[in-house]
Structure formats: structure tokens, C-alpha cells
């Protein structure tokens, strides 16, 4: 039952435990539950469900008399397992609406719609994780995410893999692949499979499309018994308008605006949170929360910030409101992802919050004390954007291009970043990402590993999405499973095994993830060298030790003898070359290593004179060191 300190904190809007209050709780019984469900718009409201014959006759609830808006009731007959909705009335014109439980943890197979009554018991296998996992999503951990959509990763005789398969299956693969964690696409309810989980309808229930509540939580339980981080995409930005959801859900624009101007999102066709009322903030904060107290998770990758953070987000002039200071931004929903910020670090200071935002907003990974939106990490999508736009070029064209790739170190440290080569890059008739490469097969292939060997030593932390690693052909496609079988042939499996190797390097090297988002981290060795398309850089570690250097040809043209200034004497060991013919590559390089000469040049004490193989990059280290 709610208490009236959950009133008072539902009302202020920083209630974060509300799925303790609201929706369904069965009876010790197992014969009988409570039911509370906020609508103050309604005039009257039931409980309509397998046990009652869907009657709303049967189990009426009753509004609590302190005017929260909020319907509570004891009914005697559902049971775990059974299907119910909210009938409710509205008191504008009478309207009668049938609503799923906002607060459900559990719902129907989709294409039905109701809630499920569910309990989360469940005996956690995983302390030994959740003891130690603030060093393994820190800012200077080694963080390589493996983007996956649960329902396309594999299937069997073309049905989806349930949670405790895929769990298995998966933790299997991405331990052999070295990633460090796993991002599910999100999971939470949604009507519509085609939208990727992206128009949700449940904040509190994971899809039923891949079996229970439990089966989840074996599904992160066993990723962490295996080492494996698992990080969530959450949609607070919006929602769907199907009818048994949020939208209208009292008869009246409750979660959401009632101006279009406001309410209404031109490019998803779907409701927009209203970040301005109390109740509503509650609601999203306690679905934050929910996911990383009942489910264990180790972080939530907030999808489209930058739609919550813009009131003109998608609209032409005259199509938005401003607010009352006569500006762009949205007040309420940077007042709401600062508070659901703290709120998560607050009880889970070793987790991670990740914002998916597109533009210029400052200080988005900054604390919220210093004015930031308190997120500890952003994408890079402005990385992502030159760094694919520079590959597309033809070789021939690419030194009119240099600033592409050089321009995110001017930017680097502002923020927290994560390099992102998401799904976002590979639907919509974009192609695969092998595909946007210019040049024949083996031109391809070795753009793609050159492209992944800076990525994985550009500053900031990596991920991918599926199928990327062994550089699928097709475009990702939600029906069906990956290409699984182009692995078999050469390229394909040279691409995988560079990836897998890249892991392992990243993780084994120090300099390569302690100093991601300072400039300690990293030092120019050669920038400018925009007509033969070379690139080099150190990466140092934390202690000052012996940096990295990692060079990039980004030409289809080997390049002897040259010259590139180390600060360290002695031999330098090629640690990775992704010409390597075990990759696919021709197998140009440098036998090994290379000893530095004392030889001033590029503001260092010493030089390497290099084998520059076409279309790749290499990582040395001094051999000291090595």
C-alpha cells in the first residue's frame, strides 16, 4: 500500500521506487493483489482480468481521498500468471478506455496487450560481480560494447533464441571475441517488433517475446558469472500512441502534452513525455532505477537526449513552443535527466549512464554540480559521421579530406565518449558498413580493418554493433539472423579474427583505455600529411610508461622508409598490422618490429623508418616494453 511519504515524493517528482507502490503486488496468498494505478482524470476505474471474466462489474477500485489522482483496491481471485487491464472511465465525455498496467512487470505475447500479475523472485548467482564491477565500467576501464538486437543475433529454425539460450550462446561468443560488455537493444515491452523496442509501452516488464521476468535476470546473471557487463537502451524520449499504452491514458494528455507543438514527435509519430509535471518525472525515474535494482544491470544508454533536450527537435518554425524564457531548450527534461543522473549515482555509483546526443550540447558527461547533465559518458557522434564520411571517399580523394579524421581531437577531452558504430549505420538503405567502403572486395575489407584499427586506438571508449565484426554484407534486417555462414570464407573470418585480436590488445594495453577523455592520453606524432593520406599518434598510459604508436595509410599504396619520430631508443615491436595475412591483408609490414634510429624528427629524439603496408593500420611498442 502507499504510504503518505509516497504520495508526497510521487507529487514532487522524486519518488524512484515507485513500482514498489504502483501497479500489481500478488499476496503472500498467491490468491489475491493489490492494485493501484494513477489516473486523476478518471471517474471511475476496474480490474478487469482472466480471474473476473474481464468484467468490470467485478473489482472496482476505489480513488484514495488525499486528490493524488490515484485508484487503489484489494481484489480476491488473480493469480500469478493471469492477464489483466485497466477499464477505466473518463470523466471527459465518459470515454471508456482499456489500459495495460504501467507499473507491470510482466506482459501478453505480443499481439495481445494485457499485463500479466508477476512476482521478481529470483536467487542472484552474480556477487561476486556486482562487488567488483565499479572497476570494470570506470572511466579508465577497457569498454568494448557489443551492440545486440536479441531477437536477430541467432535463431533456431527461425524462431528467436529465448533469454536462457541466447544467454549462453552469446556469453560464449563475446568471450571469445574479448568484449568487455553487451548492450541490448531495448528490451523493454513494446507492440510493434519491427521498431526495435524503441516504441515502448512497458518501462517496467522486458518483452515476453523472449520468455519471463526470471529468464531475464538468468540472462544477466549469467553474462555476469562470465565476466560480461550488460548495459541497457532506454527510451524515456517517447512513446507509442497504441491504445492499451500511456497515450491518453486517462481519457486526457496525462504523460503527455497536450499541444501537438509539445505532445507530438513529427519523426517517430509518438508522444512526448511531459517532463514539466511531478508525476511523470516519478514515473521515468522509477524505471531508471528499476532495471538496475531488480535486474542488475550496469547501465543505461539513454536513446535520442538530444530530442528531449530541443523544443524545435524535428520542426519547422511555427511548429514549436518556446519556453518561457523565449529559447529552444527544454527546461523540464534538462531538469529531469539531471535528477534521474543523480538519482542512479546516487544508488549505483558503479554503474554507467550513457546519452545517445547528436548536437553541440555542452558538459552532457559532466556532473550536474558543474552545470553538466550529470551522464558519466556520450556518444561521439560527430566521430562517427567524419570518420564514415572520410572512408566513403575513393583513396584518390581522401587527402582533400584529412581534416575529417583529424577534427575529432580537437574535441576529444570536451566530453566522455564512446565511439559508436551502432545499428543506426547499418538499416535504412545505408548499407553495411563493408559496403560504404570504396574500392573491390579486397579494397573493402582492408578499408574496414584499417577503419577498426583506429577506432580501437582513438581515444574513447568502442562499440560495435553485430555483425560488424565479421564484416556482414547485407544490411542488418530485424527477421532473421546474421549471416552467420559468410564467416566461413576468408575475408569475413580475417575481419572477425583482426577484431577479436584488437580486443585483446585494447585490453591487455593499458594506454589504450586508462587516458581516454584527457589530453595526457594522447600526442600527435604525425597530423598533417594530408597528400599521401598518414596519420600517427601516441598513446600513453596512466603511469607514464611506454606510449603506443599507431600509425594509419589510408591509401591503397604501401609506403617504404618512412619516417616517423618516437620518443623512445631502441627496437619497437608490431604489436597489430591489419594487412597481416592472417586477416585477408597482403601481408606488407615490418618483420616484427623495427629499431629506432637517433634521429630527430617530428619534435622527438629519435625515428622509425617504416613500412607503411596499403589500406592499414599498426600499433608498435617499444620492445622494452613490449
Known amino acids: 500500500m502507499l504510504s503518505d511519504h509516497d504520495i508526497y515524493l510521487f507529487r514532487e517528482g522524486t519518488h524512484g521506487r515507485l513500482y514498489d507502490a504502483l501497479g500489481a503486488h500478488l499476496?503472500?496468498?498467491?490468491?489475491?493483489?493489490?492494485?493501484?494505478?494513477?489516473?486523476?482524470?478518471?471517474?471511475?476505474?476496474?480490474?478487469?482480468?482472466?480471474?473476473?471474466?474481464?468484467?468490470?462489474?467485478?473489482?472496482?477500485?476505489?480513488?484514495?481521498?488525499?486528490?493524488?489522482?490515484?485508484?487503489?483496491?484489494?481484489?480476491?481471485?488473480?493469480?500469478?500468471?493471469?492477464?489483466?487491464?485497466?477499464?477505466?472511465?473518463?470523466?471527459?465525455?465518459?470515454?471508456?478506455?482499456?489500459?495495460?498496467?504501467?507499473?507491470?512487470?510482466?506482459?501478453?505475447?505480443?499481439?495481445?496487450?494485457?499485463?500479466?500479475?508477476?512476482?521478481?523472485?529470483?536467487?542472484?548467482?552474480?556477487?561476486?560481480?556486482?562487488?567488483?564491477?565499479?572497476?570494470?565500467?570506470?572511466?579508465?576501464?577497457?569498454?568494448?560494447?557489443?551492440?545486440?538486437?536479441?531477437g536477430s543475433w541467432r535463431r533456431r529454425d527461425g524462431e528467436f533464441l529465448p533469454w536462457r539460450e541466447l544467454a549462453h550462446a552469446l556469453a560464449d561468443y563475446v568471450l571469445e571475441m574479448g568484449f568487455?560488455?553487451?548492450?541490448?537493444?531495448?528490451?523493454?515491452?513494446?507492440?510493434?517488433?519491427?521498431?526495435?523496442?524503441?516504441?515502448?509501452?512497458?518501462?517496467?516488464?522486458?518483452?515476453?517475446?523472449?520468455?519471463?521476468?526470471?529468464?531475464?535476470?538468468?540472462?544477466?546473471?549469467?553474462?555476469?558469472?562470465?565476466?560480461?557487463?550488460?548495459?541497457?537502451?532506454?527510451?524515456?524520449?517517447?512513446?507509442?500512441?497504441?491504445?492499451?499504452?500511456?497515450?491518453?491514458?486517462?481519457?486526457?494528455?496525462?504523460?503527455?502534452?497536450?499541444?501537438?507543438?509539445?505532445?507530438?514527435?513529427?519523426?517517430?509519430?509518438?508522444?512526448?513525455?511531459?517532463?514539466?509535471?511531478?508525476?511523470?518525472?516519478?514515473?521515468?525515474t522509477s524505471s531508471a532505477l528499476f532495471w538496475l535494482d531488480k535486474y542488475h544491470l550496469d547501465g543505461l544508454r539513454v536513446d535520442a537526449v538530444a530530442s528531449m533536450l530541443y523544443l524545435d527537435y524535428a520542426r519547422k518554425d511555427g511548429e514549436w513552443i518556446p519556453n518561457r524564457h523565449g529559447g529552444k531548450e527544454n527546461l523540464e527534461a534538462i531538469e529531469f535527466l539531471r535528477r534521474m543522473n543523480e538519482a542512479v549515482y546516487r544508488d549505483?555509483?558503479?554503474?554507467?549512464?550513457?546519452?545517445?546526443?547528436?548536437?553541440?550540447?555542452?558538459?552532457?558527461?559532466?556532473?550536474?554540480?558543474?552545470?553538466?547533465?550529470?551522464?558519466?559518458?556520450?556518444?561521439?557522434?560527430?566521430?562517427?559521421?567524419?570518420?564514415?564520411?572520410?572512408?566513403?571517399?575513393?583513396?584518390?580523394?581522401?587527402?582533400?579530406?584529412?581534416?575529417?579524421?583529424?577534427?575529432s581531437m580537437v574535441y576529444a577531452f570536451n566530453e566522455n565518449f564512446v565511439l559508436p558504430l551502432s545499428h543506426d549505420e547499418v538499416v535504412h538503405g545505408k548499407g553495411s558498413l563493408v559496403n560504404k567502403m570504396p574500392g573491390d572486395t579486397w579494397q573493402?575489407?582492408?578499408?574496414?580493418?584499417?577503419m577498426y584499427g583506429y577506432m580501437w586506438a582513438h581515444p574513447g571508449k568502442k562499440l560495435l554493433f553485430m555483425g560488424g565484426e565479421f564484416g556482414q554484407r547485407r544490411e542488418w534486417t530485424h527477421d532473421g539472423e546474421l549471416e552467420w555462414w559468410v564467416t566461413q570464407t576468408s575475408h569475413h573470418a580475417g575481419v572477425q579474427r583482426f577484431v577479436k585480436d584488437l580486443n585483446a590488445l585494447y585490453r591487455r594495453e593499458p594506454a589504450l583505455h586508462e587516458v581516454d577523455f584527457a589530453h595526457p592520453g594522447f600526442e600527435w606524432i604525425e597530423g598533417n600529411d594530408a597528400e599521401h593520406s598518414v596519420f600517427a599518434f601516441l598513446r600513453k598510459p596512466a603511469d607514464g610508461g611506454a606510449p603506443l604508436l599507431v600509425v594509419c595509410n589510408l591509401t591503397p599504396l604501401p609506403r617504404t622508409n618512412y619516417l616517423l619520430g618516437v620518443p623512445v631508443a631502441g627496437r619497437w615491436s608490431e604489436l597489430i598490422n591489419s594487412d597481416a595475412q592472417?586477416?585477408?591483408?597482403?601481408?606488407?609490414?615490418?618483420?616484427?618490429?623495427?629499431?629506432?634510429?637517433?634521429?630527430?624528427s617530428h619534435g622527438q629524439l629519435q625515428a622509425l623508418s617504416l613500412t607503411l603496408p596499403p589500406l592499414a593500420t599498426l600499433i608498435l611498442k617499444p620492445e622494452a616494453d613490449a
Open 27 to 150: 499476496a503472500d496468498d498467491g490468491r489475491s493483489a493489490g492494485f493501484a494505478v494513477w489516473a486523476p482524470n478518471a471517474e471511475a476505474v476496474s480490474v478487469i482480468g482472466d480471474w473476473n471474466g474481464w468484467n468490470d462489474q467485478a473489482h472496482r477500485l476505489e480513488p484514495r481521498p488525499d486528490g493524488s489522482g490515484i485508484w487503489e483496491g484489494s481484489v480476491s481471485g488473480p493469480q500469478r500468471g493471469h492477464a489483466y487491464k485497466y477499464r477505466i472511465r473518463s470523466r471527459h465525455g465518459g470515454e471508456l478506455l482499456d489500459k495495460a498496467d504501467p507499473f507491470a512487470w510482466y506482459a501478453e505475447l505480443p499481439p495481445a496487450t494485457g499485463s500479466r500479475l508477476w512476482d521478481l523472485a529470483y536467487e542472484w548467482q552474480d556477487q561476486e560481480w556486482m562487488a567488483t564491477r565499479a572497476g570494470k565500467n570506470a572511466l579508465d576501464a577497457p569498454m568494448s560494447i557489443y551492440e545486440v538486437h536479441p
Open 180 to 284: 568487455t560488455h553487451v548492450e541490448l537493444m531495448p528490451v523493454t515491452e513494446h507492440p510493434f517488433y519491427g521498431s526495435w523496442g524503441y516504441q515502448t509501452t512497458g518501462y517496467f516488464a522486458p518483452t515476453a517475446r523472449y520468455g519471463t521476468p526470471q529468464d531475464f535476470m538468468y540472462f544477466v546473471d549469467h553474462l555476469h558469472g562470465r565476466g560480461i557487463g550488460v548495459i541497457l537502451d532506454w527510451v524515456p524520449s517517447h512513446f507509442p500512441s497504441d491504445a492499451h499504452g500511456l497515450a491518453r491514458f486517462d481519457g486526457t494528455y496525462l504523460y503527455e502534452h497536450a499541444d501537438p507543438r509539445q505532445g507530438f514527435h513529427p519523426e517517430w509519430n509518438s508522444s512526448i513525455f511531459n517532463y514539466g509535471r511531478n508525476e511523470v518525472r516519478s514515473f521515468l
Open 348 to 407: 549505483h555509483p558503479d554503474v554507467v549512464t550513457i546519452a545517445e546526443e547528436s548536437t553541440a550540447w555542452p558538459m552532457v558527461s559532466r556532473p550536474t554540480y558543474l552545470g553538466g547533465l550529470g551522464f558519466g559518458m556520450k556518444w561521439n557522434m560527430g566521430w562517427m559521421h567524419d570518420t564514415l564520411a572520410y572512408l566513403k571517399e575513393d583513396p584518390v580523394h581522401r587527402k582533400y579530406h584529412h581534416g575529417k579524421l583529424t577534427f
Open 444 to 450: 573493402q575489407f582492408a578499408n574496414l580493418r584499417a
Open 582 to 600: 592472417d586477416y585477408g591483408g597482403s601481408g606488407w609490414g615490418n618483420l616484427g618490429g623495427v629499431e629506432a634510429a637517433p634521429l630527430p
